[in-house]
């Protein structure tokens, strides 16, 4: 069985300082690990993707995420947040046949 | 823009009536998902289709239906509605399952009263 977990479901920083997403998995196989982005009434934004290539692995508009085995975790990061990063946030984990979401984290940014 | 497209965009009907949704995937995606996104639900993963097969189902609900053609576009049909089937409802594809990325269309806003 697979599984999820994003530790907060809302973050709220200020513009210009960094911003952190956890997100920890579970799952029975080698897994691929997405983030996705949603913008207010918008569809979702694939933002990054691991496949076991590497596990620091770099996405659009600055965002990256590190892939820790160990600790399964699979944590989104950003050096300096912007307004325009303020949406919903999905960390979602695939096998060869299954995909699930967690349950995202709504980042606010503050001015 | 993803290439995925749904139709419509936005729809409003009374409770008891049937609708269908519309998705066109992107070109040479193979799978189809559809899911639904409300406040108080969140993201919820409703059914998958690979090349015209139902392959994966979720919470969708008996009322519920959905079909993939042989064109590859896909069909969500939701009848005997009810105030709280009011949601979003995502349409997305994949090249292939599991490990491909998905990609989302916009959304068709559907609201029930």
């Known amino acids: 069985a697979q599984s999820v977990t994003q530790l907060d479901s809302h973050v709220s920083v200020s513009e210009g300082t960094p911003v952190l997403l956890r997100c920890n998995y579970s799952?029975?196989?080698?897994?691929?690990l997405f983030w996705y982005v949603q913008h207010p009434n918008k569809g979702l934004q694939l933002l990054l993707k691991y496949t076991s290539a590497a596990t620091l692995v770099k996405g659009i508009n600055g965002f990256e995420a590190e892939f820790k085995k160990s600790e399964t975790s699979f944590h989104l990061t950003k050096p300096s947040a912007h307004m325009s990063d303020a949406a919903e946030y999905f960390c979602v984990v695939s096998d060869d046949y299954k995909l699930s979401f967690g349950a995202g984290t709504t980042v606010t940014v503050r001015a | 823009d993803s290439g995925v497209t749904q139709t419509p965009k936005h729809l409003i009907t009374a409770t008891g009536q049937r609708v269908t949704l519309r998705c066109s995937p992107r070109s040479g995606d193979l799978s189809v998902y559809w899911y639904q996104q409300s406040l108080d639900q969140g993201l919820q993963f409703l059914i998958q289709?690979?090349?015209?097969?139902?392959?994966a189902k979720g919470n969708i609900l008996e009322r519920f239906s959905a079909q993939q053609f042989p064109d590859l576009h896909s069909e969500l049909n939701l009848s005997s509605l009810e105030l709280g089937d009011s949601a979003l409802y995502f349409c997305a594809s994949s090249e292939g399952q599991g490990r491909n990325t998905i990609y989302f269309g916009e959304g068709s806003w559907l609201t029930v009263v």
């Open positions: 289709y690979y090349n015209g097969e139902e392959r």
């Open positions: 799952s029975s196989y080698s897994p691929s």
